[in-house]
């Protein structure tokens, strides 16, 4: 593994039980949840039983000092083989301590292991490049589509030894929020839901994992996908009812709007429906690619134009008019199934 490269967590967490030990880990990104996760899998590797209180110790930027971080590193571990330091939020440090940090990991105690974490890395900066250069950098993204859910998912039916087959994994990610920390909940309420059997079926997971925010909303994109206009004023209505932010909803159908924006545009370059939907589209379940396409089919491109348009003043409006949510979203579903 090439220490100047960034590794996203599960490429990490992947390889991480066969490589060699490393003196800086880097963990960074918006992701808490999965930056708490490559950290208990760092701090497993590092601590030995019975060793956790004296080999190992956890900083925090905003009440510890540079000095202090590098006086633990500097001690000698007790029982382990390595003393491990673990600097939480590094990038809420001060910029004279951040030096002492970049300094010490150009030569770091080969005895000691240094973890930080940030929620995000400024490469511009000569602290960071320094870093950067020797360090293992693991950066923890925030679930961008359902493929991403899918693919934390696999990893966590096969470390938790469990089975669930494609439909039951189809219908759990549909079903949820694009959140990993919820989605965990979720994978927990049906492990004691199934009492530990080990086999999650798609009937546990209809019981247990009611429909979400992100469920209904793909229920609005598909009809207005259709163009119909009715129901997806009906399904629209519910979501407000159950008190669904316009800010949200605008954002799931500008990526909805940019995947048939993208599906035209591949088409215009010769590139065939079926090969589109096996190739180009994975963010969308295989069951509903083909419908993506026909969906991609009911806009032209001056209606794609328009519908951005569209949708970027509804998020304005959203943002800065004392207007009620509901009638910026009817509006501009009216709009957009009229364009």
Same mark, same amino acid.
């Given at each position: 593994?090439?220490k100047?490269? &960034?590794?996203?967590?599960y490429e990490f967490?992947?390889?991480?039980p066969?490589?060699?030990?490393?003196?800086?880990?880097?963990i960074?990104?918006p992701?808490?949840y999965?930056k708490?996760i490559v950290?208990?899998?760092?701090?497993?590797?590092?601590q030995?039983?019975?060793?956790?209180?004296?080999?190992s110790?956890v900083?925090?930027?905003?009440t510890?000092?540079a #000095?202090?971080?590098?006086?633990?590193l500097?001690?000698m571990?007790f029982?382990?083989?390595?003393?491990?330091v673990?600097?939480?939020?590094?990038?809420?440090?001060?910029?004279s301590?951040?030096?002492l940090?970049a300094?010490?990991?150009?030569n770091p105690?080969?005895?000691?292991?240094l973890v930080?974490?940030?929620?995000?890395?400024?490469?511009? &900066?000569? #602290?960071n490049k320094?870093?950067s250069?020797?360090?293992v950098?693991?950066?923890?993204?925030?679930?961008?589509?359902?493929?991403?859910?899918?693919?934390w998912?696999?990893?966590?039916i096969?470390?938790?030894?469990?089975f669930?087959d494609? !439909?039951s994994?189809e219908l759990f990610?549909?079903s949820?929020?694009?959140?990993?920390?919820l989605?965990?909940?979720?994978?927990?309420?049906?492990i004691i839901?199934?009492?530990?059997?080990?086999?999650?079926?798609?009937?546990?997971v209809?019981?247990t994992v009611?429909?979400?925010?992100?469920?209904? #909303?793909?229920?609005?994109?598909?009809?207005i996908g259709?163009q119909n206009?009715?129901?997806?004023?009906?399904?629209?209505?519910?979501?407000i009812?159950?008190n669904?932010?316009?800010?949200?909803?605008?954002?799931?159908?500008?990526?909805f709007?940019l995947?048939?924006?993208?599906?035209?545009a591949l088409q215009k370059?010769?590139i065939?429906?079926?090969?589109?939907e096996n190739?180009?589209?994975p963010?969308?379940f295989?069951?509903?690619?083909?419908?993506?396409v026909?969906?991609?089919g009911n806009y032209?491109?001056?209606?794609?134009?328009?519908?951005?348009s569209?949708?970027?003043?509804? !998020?304005?409006?959203?943002?800065?008019?004392n207007l009620?949510d509901?009638?910026?979203?009817e509006?501009?579903?009216?709009?957009?199934?009229?364009?």
């Open positions: 593994m090439a100047s490269r &960034t590794l996203p967590h967490l992947k390889n991480f066969n490589l060699k030990s490393q003196s800086v880990y880097y960074f990104g992701e808490n999965l708490d950290l208990k899998k760092i701090t497993k590797k590092y030995s039983a019975g060793s956790e209180d004296f080999d110790i900083l925090h930027a905003d510890d000092s #000095v202090n971080a590098l006086e633990q500097e001690m571990p029982m382990a083989k390595f003393r491990l673990i600097l939480k939020n590094f990038d809420t440090m001060k910029v301590d951040k030096n940090i300094e010490y990991v150009q105690v080969p005895t000691s292991i930080l974490t940030a929620d995000k890395i400024d490469e511009r &900066t000569k #602290v320094l870093i250069e020797k360090a950098k693991i950066i923890c993204r925030s679930p961008y589509n359902s493929t991403d859910i899918l693919r998912l696999n990893i966590e096969r470390e938790k030894k469990l669930m494609n !439909d994994k990610t549909r949820i929020e694009l959140d990993y920390q989605a965990a909940n979720e994978l927990e309420k049906l839901y199934t009492k530990g059997k080990g086999n999650i079926t798609i009937d546990d209809k019981e009611g429909k979400s925010r992100t469920n209904k #909303v793909y229920d609005l994109q598909n009809e259709k206009l009715k129901k997806s004023l009906t399904i629209l209505e519910n979501m009812a159950n669904e932010t316009a800010v949200f909803i605008i954002i799931m159908l500008s990526r709007f995947t048939l924006w993208r599906i035209k370059n010769n065939s429906n079926s090969e589109i190739r180009y589209i963010e969308i295989y069951k509903f690619r083909k419908e993506h026909a969906f991609a032209s491109d001056s209606n794609l134009s328009t519908i951005f569209l949708l970027l003043q509804a !998020d304005i409006d959203a943002k800065s008019l009620k509901e009638i910026i979203l509006i501009l579903v009216y709009k957009i199934c009229k364009s």
